[in-house]
């Protein structure tokens, strides 16, 4: 249950981060297209020199831009995920494109702060200033540098060769393509829906206790169910023109969701349709199962986290424990009056080695 929680809670935050990663780099792109305006009349050359220009003498001046730009947890695990099926990484491809283009721009406007129109020599140097191994999110620091010439002030004389400027052209942002795809869309929806369910059940849980599966949640039953879903919509979505690793990468995060929301839907469901409780009598054995007395109901094995309360307890006593079989087949007990027991348990264990 507590995993249940968790990978929601985690498969939440990654979609959210996305459509605030999207957001984020639509207001970059912007603001980049502004400023971008500002400095066009500063021209950028690859050569090492400017042209040489009669009766006048220039003066070499250092001019630089630098940028850091981070990525979202969203790429970073599209990024991570890319590893296992290959292909083009266009999620870094845009994350460096837009550091380079900012980084431009600085180094513009500082060549426009010392009255300078052009920069010549211009040269790019990235740096990765986070550690992914850790679980960082990358991020990098692009520096633009080149040589401005401006109209020299004294008698220092120029350097001039006879090279034909090469000005870089102004390249277009690739956007990410793949969550512009309707298929693509929709997938990372229904993801998103089946995270807000699962939190809403966790939630209401405390509120509204749901009963528990007897000797764990199929959940091979469930991801087999999810895994066939998520099979069947990439079949009929062959008109999407994604790319099959896109398809891969949205499979791998609808899966678990979908697989975390089955537990709770089959929760749900078997609740609704099955029988009254009833109270079935167990027998504790000494590998701390519970054995009915009748051959009708199924053996009891709790988990391993609560195996101190009973092996405390008496082999052979008598337990009642209330069940209920619904329509799809598998056995529910109330586990309140268990839990209200173990919290006993641990409290007085708690109480006496605190005495000590």
Not at 95 to 112: D, E, P, S, Y
Not at 119 to 136: A, C, D, L, M, W
Not at 215 to 227: D, H, I, K, L, Y
Not at 300 to 325: C, E, H
Request: proline residues 4%.
């Amino acid at each position: 249950m507590a995993a249940v929680i968790k990978l929601a809670i985690f498969l939440l935050f990654v979609v959210i981060g996305y459509f605030r990663g999207r957001h984020n780099e639509r207001v970059h792109l912007r603001s980049l297209k502004e400023e971008e305006l500002t400095v066009k009349n500063i021209l950028v050359f690859a050569t090492r020199y400017p042209q040489r220009i009669p009766n006048t003498r220039q003066d070499p001046m250092l001019v630089a831009g630098s940028a850091v730009i981070g990525s979202d947890y969203f790429r970073f695990l599209l990024g991570g995920l890319r590893k296992f099926v290959g292909g083009n990484y266009s999620v870094y491809e845009d994350l460096i494109h837009r550091g380079r283009r900012q980084a431009i721009v600085r180094m513009k406007q500082a060549a426009k702060a010392q009255n300078a129109s052009m920069i010549f020599n211009v040269k790019f140097e990235t740096t990765q200033i986070s550690n992914p191994r850790q679980g960082e999110a990358p991020q990098v620091e692009v520096l633009a540098y080149g040589t401005a010439f401006v109209t020299a002030q004294d008698d220092v004389a120029c350097s001039v060769a006879h090279y034909q400027p090469v000005i870089i052209p102004e390249v277009e942002t690739k956007q990410f393509q793949t969550f512009k795809n309707r298929y693509a869309q929709i997938s990372l929806g229904v993801t998103l829906l089946l995270a807000v369910y699962c939190i809403s059940e966790s939630v209401l849980a405390n509120k509204i206790p749901l009963l528990r599966y007897v000797n764990g949640a199929p959940w091979r039953v469930f991801f087999c169910v999810a895994s066939l879903l998520a099979i069947t919509a990439i079949f009929r979505s062959k008109r999407s023109n994604l790319p099959i690793s896109d398809k891969v990468l949205l499979t791998v995060l609808f899966v678990p969701m979908m697989a975390a929301a089955l537990y709770f839907i089959a929760l749900r469901l078997n609740t609704l349709t099955a029988s009254p409780l009833q109270d079935v009598s167990y027998v504790l054995q000494e590998d701390i199962s519970l054995k009915p007395t009748k051959l009708l109901f199924p053996v009891i094995r709790f988990d391993d986290v609560n195996d101190d309360y009973w092996r405390a307890q008496k082999t052979g006593m008598v337990i009642s424990v209330p069940l209920q079989k619904g329509i799809l087949g598998f056995y529910q007990y109330d586990a309140d009056a268990l839990s209200k027991k173990y919290r006993e348990f641990y409290q007085s264990r708690h109480q006496i080695h605190g005495q000590k």
